[in-house]
């Protein structure tokens, strides 16, 4: 069972910034927060990962609660391409990536 | 260009004929695993590899079986395919499984059992 929560769907217009929450309550303390997207007919994409501190990378940036409880997966300039289905995921299970149902961005000409 | 290859694409076959999904990788990865993807029910893991001659059952391996013979390659074998193996499946790879290694995906298979 995904040990996460997202709302079902979001939107945004294109060039703005979006901001996708995550909740993982149950988290442990060694566990990573991974974010992973689904475009239409393709595999999942591995977006970002971390653990405690905030973290940046070229697709995207991910602020993590101090508590660890929540996390935030932000796009700075949202383009139509990243349409998609975004996954936040616990990364404390032993042998697999646990999905759930994800959030689907839509995004706004 | 680092990636991981699925064949074929897609396939209509009809029931209790033998297929084989294969996949690559060439990025040296240890792990290696095959999910599937189902309306309603999200990526679930079939089967997973985390090295040669290693594999093990996720949590839907019925009707499926696994070999990892080299490092590269992990097919995904359907000896008697039933229609409730319809699906569309991924296979993934990684450095080695751990929390803080990224996954590569395949773009996927979509198999269609008649």
């Known amino acids: 069972d995904a040990k996460t929560t997202q709302p079902n769907s979001m939107e945004s217009n294109e060039e703005e910034p979006v901001h996708l929450p995550c909740n993982h309550s149950?988290?442990?303390?060694?566990?990573?927060i991974h974010w992973y997207r689904q475009l239409p007919s393709q595999g999942p994409e591995y977006v970002i990962h971390g653990l405690t501190s905030n973290v940046n990378n070229r697709m995207a940036s991910l602020a993590i609660a101090e508590d660890r409880k929540s996390s935030t997966l932000i796009l700075h300039r949202a383009t139509l391409r990243d349409a998609a289905v975004y996954y936040c995921?616990?990364?404390?299970?032993?042998?697999?990536?646990?999905f759930g149902t994800g959030t689907l961005l839509a995004v706004q000409p | 260009e680092a990636q991981v290859t699925q064949n074929p694409r897609y396939l209509i076959t009809v029931t209790g004929k033998k297929l084989t999904v294969t996949c690559s990788q060439n990025m040296n990865h240890e792990y290696m695993s095959w999910y599937r993807q189902d309306p309603g029910l999200g990526l679930r893991q079939i089967y997973y590899?985390?090295?040669?001659?290693?594999?093990d059952k996720g949590d839907v391996p019925e009707g499926y079986k696994v070999s990892r013979k080299e490092k590269r390659n992990f097919p995904l074998i359907l000896e008697s395919p039933s229609p409730n193996q319809t699906s569309l499946y991924f296979c993934?790879?990684?450095?080695?499984?751990?929390?803080?290694?990224?996954?590569?995906f395949g773009d996927g298979t979509r198999l269609s059992i008649l």
């Open positions: 590899s985390m090295n040669v001659e290693v594999t």
């Open positions: 149950t988290i442990s303390g060694t566990d990573y």
């Open positions: 995921i616990d990364g404390g299970a032993t042998n697999k990536l646990i």
């Open positions: 993934a790879s990684s450095l080695w499984f751990s929390g803080n290694q990224p996954q590569h």
